[in-house]
């Protein structure tokens, strides 16, 4: 985080600890600041390597090294289209096959390594798999409802048992006012 700063304008987050970060689409950074300046139009080509650039493509900077943020953005748009699971593939051997293919193109993408070849290789895949992708991004969403319904389970049983446990403490100091007040009377009337 020390040197963690836009490169444009030489803004760093410890002159400016309120300052936000953005990266493109090509992993460079600017401050929201500089995003706003140069890309006032919408448009504008990126600072470091002159790719065309949108402002919509800016996202704030999660991580501290900037290709850190490209990956895990690239890895998310992989992911979508290459989303078989385990189950889908007849051997543990073309499932871990199939894991790296993902990895290399990730890291093709990430890396700018043979981008045109890993392009089509996966508009490819995405047209010869439409249904399988299909069916499992339905499965994916049929999982995540359920498991907030878990969730949100879970959360009722536990609000009850605070409850539970709120009303048993509430009892248990009754019943201690009741016994030191009964003390009082007793040692009152003796």
Known sequence: MDDQGCPRCKTTK????SLKLMVNVCGHTLCESCVELLFVRGAGNCHECDTPLRKSNFRVQLFEDPAVDKEVEIRKKVLKIYNKREDDFPS???YNDFLEEIEEIVFNLTNNVDLENT????????KDNKEVIQKNKIKLTREQEELEEALEVERQENEQRRLLIQKEEQLQQMLKRKNKQALLDDLVSN
Request: no cysteine; aromatic share 14%.
């Open 14 to 17: 410890y002159r400016n600890p």
């Open 92 to 94: 543990l051997r073309e």
């Open 119 to 126: 392009k089509r290789k996966m508009e490819l895949y995405q």
